[in-house]
């Protein structure tokens, strides 16, 4: 299994505050079958709240010694903020992508989403991006731009879920919002989006989802998708290379 969204990078952000935890997450997602972590810690637009490409590459190099070589893969990777001009820096590379890919995973708010949001994917998908938006089904304005979502999906946009969100982690409401995305057909990915203090839930998650749109689709969603998502557009899959 790929987990293509936490928080492992020691001391950058809401995530481990040193190496030992970070070990800790780690072992965590290992055991619930991840072979490859993408670390993806925040990244905003203010340069004193943001972590640059070299210091995320800097902490997977760090992981990846502690690890050893039986531990998983860890690719770099961050979850960007929606602002106005995120398309032209990932076009100018400042900001961190999916591995080593074209993707590029865009933090969904938990409130208002961003009057930009729209022209930014557009751009972004114009110039062969593809942007994955994580857990849509968490905001709080989530029934009021369900359709929206979907039509976005319709456009190339990837739709990630947070695995606690399909198992109950972060409540009824977000539960609910979880099932109406995966009722439609509107769930492209499941990832764990682990921090400190919370579960990846990716095992509990592959279940509920497969009981609710059943095992193929399921598999497509936590194997097939993330591999994908890593792919060089059209120049074969990182990291099976097929
Ligand atoms: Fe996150």
Same mark, same amino acid.
């Given at each position: 299994?790929?987990?293509?969204?936490?928080? !492992? !990078?020691?001391?950058?952000?809401?995530?481990?505050?040193?190496? #030992?935890?970070?070990?800790?997450?780690?072992?965590?997602?290992?055991?619930?079958? &991840?072979?490859?972590?993408?670390?993806?810690?925040?990244?905003?637009?203010?340069?004193?709240?943001?972590?640059?490409?070299? #210091?995320?590459?800097?902490?997977?190099?760090?992981?990846?010694?502690?690890?050893?070589?039986?531990?998983? !893969? $860890?690719?770099?990777?961050?979850?960007?903020?929606?602002?106005?001009?995120?398309? #032209?820096?990932?076009? #100018? =590379?400042?900001?961190?992508?999916?591995?080593?890919?074209?993707?590029?995973?865009?933090?969904?708010?938990?409130?208002?989403?961003?009057?930009?949001?729209?022209?930014?994917?557009?751009?972004?998908?114009?110039?062969?991006?593809?942007?994955?938006? =994580?857990?849509?089904?968490?905001?709080?304005?989530?029934?009021? $731009?369900?359709?929206?979502?979907?039509?976005?999906?319709?456009?190339?946009?990837?739709?990630?879920?947070?695995?606690?969100?399909?198992?109950?982690?972060?409540?009824?409401?977000?539960?609910?919002?979880?099932?109406?995305?995966?009722?439609?057909?509107?769930?492209?990915?499941?990832?764990?989006?682990?921090?400190?203090?919370?579960?990846?839930?990716?095992?509990? =998650?592959?279940? &509920?989802?497969?009981?609710?749109?059943?095992?193929?689709?399921?598999?497509?969603?936590?194997?097939?998708?993330?591999?994908?998502?890593?792919?060089?557009?059209?120049?074969?899959?990182?990291?099976?290379?097929?």
């Amino acid at each position: 299994m790929i987990d293509l969204h936490c928080h !492992i !990078i020691p001391g950058v952000d809401d995530g481990p505050k040193d190496s #030992e935890e970070a070990l800790s997450l780690c072992r965590m997602l290992q055991k619930e079958g &991840v072979k490859v972590i993408v670390a993806t810690p925040h990244y905003y637009p203010e340069e004193r709240l943001s972590v640059g490409i070299d #210091e995320v590459a800097a902490g997977c190099r760090e992981l990846r010694d502690l690890l050893g070589d039986n531990g998983p !893969i $860890i690719l770099s990777g961050g979850e960007v903020a929606v602002y106005n001009g995120v398309a #032209e820096a990932v076009f #100018e =590379a400042r900001v961190p992508l999916l591995g080593e890919g074209k993707s590029v995973l865009l933090e969904a708010p938990f409130w208002q989403m961003p009057l930009c949001l729209e022209e930014e994917i557009f751009k972004l998908l114009a110039n062969g991006y593809r942007p994955v938006l =994580a857990h849509p089904e968490r905001s709080r304005e989530f029934r009021y $731009i369900v359709d929206d979502l979907l039509a976005m999906r319709r456009q190339g946009v990837m739709l990630q879920i947070t695995a606690g969100s399909l198992t109950g982690s972060y409540g009824t409401h977000v539960k609910a919002a979880a099932g109406t995305l995966a009722a439609q057909g509107g769930i492209d990915l499941v990832a764990s989006d682990l921090h400190p203090g919370r579960k990846p839930d990716l095992k509990a =998650a592959y279940s &509920v989802l497969s009981r609710l749109i059943g095992t193929a689709a399921t598999d497509k969603v936590f194997y097939d998708n993330p591999v994908k998502v890593l792919s060089k557009i059209g120049k074969g899959c990182y990291p099976c290379n097929c």
